[in-house]
């Protein structure tokens, strides 16, 4: 089977490579529903005039969601919406007839988009970071241990997500449906992940709560890895910390996935 | 060799149940009532390697599911199922290489790539060497016909020309056993005739096992010399195909000609057709007198209408 995989994997990226490019209409349009950070970019610039709110000056606001942008764009997973339609529309029935585990197949769709994701946000982000405020830039890292750092929280921030939506997505073998749990997670994604603003902006015990969740792992920490707001130390222990929700995430998407495609009933045809 | 073994199989759904209107709908809410459906109950057969059979019986009477459990989609709720000697429901890897499920209303072909894009996913995914992949999908074209169509996006292609290419998609991976639901549904007469051809001569040429199911009794007269019939989940029926239409309508058909007159038609029993035939000779004037079963389309209805 490893080696089964070795040589599948490159084919299944290739292909959802294609198919993202076969979508690239849809796909804009998808990307534009996630470009809430510039809004965010723009209100907390507006504050920032009066003077700086919670450490944040403008120039702190501008790199903080341009980061936040491109963190959204980079790791993100809609494995869900594919696992939910399929799940429904009996769909699944011909991922699960090949000798491969079907969520290696939603892996490979997912990543496949990054890409295009990437050279669509990066030149974007870049563009508004240097036209928007001269200065915000040299609040990005440019060390390359920072920046290896970074690459390791979004890949681990990647892996998260995916695990999260691919485990709602098969909880709709339970539900009729799982978007509305989804919504449910993407409410507190949005408030307690940092998407929508600094962390550092919330009160205190807000902030206590947010650490117990893993949804700071998922866009806050890539993005004050990026921006230079944390210590070495604080990022090491971020990184640690994100792994073991990793792993836990990991599990518990293949203990539903193990136990829910029993109940697969393989509607239609 | 049995390459499929079923017994005592049962399959059941939790099926939930609400009356129509808006209060049934919010009172659904709260309290959800369900039934249990017994899909399939208590089946047993078994078919040899190399072996076409038929699988018949109307709509909802559990063909699909029982080829989903062969395959390895549905979980049985109890009885006992092997095919190439593996339990489907266990999905090995090595069990998924050796079989294949046409769905004839599922598609496994991206639709907004050329179908040879879906060939080349397969070919990784079931590791096929390069020399086996093209020589298997140059075998595969030729017998199907299908030229470059391959290289056109699959929302281009026509419901045949889609049908042609899942069975290759099906097929690359040279499986021992076919299972093919409706492979032929909505498909216009010359290709109904193209694909049956095509699934005798991969029978015939690579020893697989098949397992059909269809509305078309064209499909299962040209393709089955067994059939397995079920009706509300149980097995009716396992013989050959004359058996069944000999249950079904014991009757031989005459059919008689007369200079000038429409043709009559006699149902006759089997005993004494001889004396019966005579008799209708020595009336004269006949011009033409055949003797046949009754076509499998009447079969069948009353079949499916008892």
């Given at each position: 089977m490893p080696g089964r995989l070795d040589r599948a994997l490159p084919a299944m990226l290739r292909v959802g490579w294609k198919d993202a490019l076969a979508?690239?209409?849809?796909f804009l349009v998808w990307m534009l529903t996630m470009t809430l950070p510039l809004v965010m970019l723009a209100l907390f610039r507006a504050v920032a005039a009066e003077g700086s709110?919670?450490?944040?000056?403008?120039?702190?606001?501008?790199?903080?969601?341009l980061a936040g942008l491109c963190v959204r764009q980079l790791a993100s997973s809609w494995s869900i919406w594919e696992i939910n339609r399929e799940i429904r529309e009996g769909a699944l029935s011909m991922r699960l007839l090949r000798p491969i585990h079907p969520l290696w197949s939603y892996l490979c769709d997912s990543l496949a988009a990054i890409p295009m994701r990437a050279a669509i946000s990066l030149p974007v982000a870049l563009v508004l970071l240097y036209s928007i405020d001269g200065t915000a830039g040299e609040k990005l890292a440019r060390d390359p241990v920072t920046l290896a750092l970074f690459g390791v929280s979004l890949a681990q921030a990647f892996g998260i997500i995916f695990s999260i939506s691919s485990t709602i997505g098969a909880l709709g073998l339970y539900l009729e449906s799982a978007l509305g749990l989804w919504n449910i997670y993407v409410a507190f994604f949005m408030l307690l992940s940092g998407y929508l603003l600094p962390l550092a902006l919330f009160p205190a015990w807000l902030q206590r709560v947010a650490a117990l969740t893993p949804f700071p792992y998922l866009q806050s920490l890539p993005i004050e890895i990026l921006v230079r707001r944390l210590p070495l130390t604080t990022m090491l222990r971020g990184l640690?910390?994100?792994?073991g929700w990793l792993v836990l995430s990991v599990s518990v998407l293949l203990l539903v996935w193990q136990r829910a495609q029993k109940r697969f009933a393989a509607y239609g045809g | 060799m049995s390459v499929i073994v079923v017994r005592d199989l049962v399959k059941e759904f939790r099926v939930a149940e609400r009356e129509p209107g808006l209060w049934a709908a919010a009172r659904s809410l709260f309290h959800r009532r369900y039934k249990v459906a017994r899909a399939v109950d208590g089946i047993g057969f078994s078919?040899?390697?190399?072996?076409?059979?038929?699988?018949?019986g109307r709509?909802?009477?559990?063909?699909?599911?029982?080829?989903?459990?062969?395959?390895?989609?549905?979980?049985?709720?109890?009885?006992?199922?092997?095919?190439?000697?593996?339990?489907?429901?266990?999905?090995?890897?090595?069990?998924?290489?050796?079989?294949?499920?046409?769905?004839?209303?599922k598609q496994q072909l991206l639709w907004d790539l050329p179908p040879v894009d879906t060939f080349e996913l397969n070919r990784a995914i079931y590791d096929l060497s390069d020399a086996d992949y093209r020589h298997t999908l140059d075998e595969l074209i030729e017998l199907l016909q299908l030229g470059t169509l391959i290289k056109r996006p699959t929302r281009q292609l026509s419901l045949g020309e889609r049908m042609k290419c899942e069975l290759v998609a099906a097929l690359l991976h040279r499986p021992e056993v076919l299972f093919l639901d409706e492979p032929t549904i909505g498909l216009d007469v010359p290709t109904q005739l193209a694909l049956r051809e095509f699934i005798r001569a991969y029978n015939e040429r690579h020893g697989a096992?098949?397992?059909?199911?269809?509305?078309?009794?064209?499909?299962?007269?040209?393709?089955?010399?067994?059939?397995?019939?079920?009706?509300q989940g149980k097995l009716t029926f396992d013989g050959e195909l004359d058996g069944l239409v000999r249950r079904v309508r014991p009757n031989k058909r005459v059919i008689v000609r007369r200079a000038g007159l429409p043709p009559e038609t006699f149902d006759l029993p089997h005993e004494g057709l001889s004396q019966a035939v005579a008799k209708l000779l020595a009336a004269g004037d006949v011009d033409d007198l055949v003797v046949e079963d009754p076509p499998l389309e009447e079969v069948m209805r009353d079949l499916l209408s008892s």
């Open positions: 979508y690239r209409g849809e709110l919670g450490g944040f000056d403008a120039s702190a606001f501008t790199a903080y969601f640690a910390i994100q792994s | 078919i040899e390697r190399g072996e076409r059979v038929g699988f018949l709509n909802g009477a559990g063909k699909t599911t029982t080829l989903k459990m062969l395959a390895g989609l549905l979980h049985p709720t109890s009885g006992l199922v092997e095919v190439a000697g593996f339990a489907p429901q266990r999905r090995a890897p090595l069990f998924l290489g050796k079989i294949t499920l046409v769905l004839g209303q096992t098949v397992l059909l199911t269809s509305h078309y009794m064209a499909d299962v007269t040209a393709l089955c010399p067994r059939v397995l019939l079920i009706d």
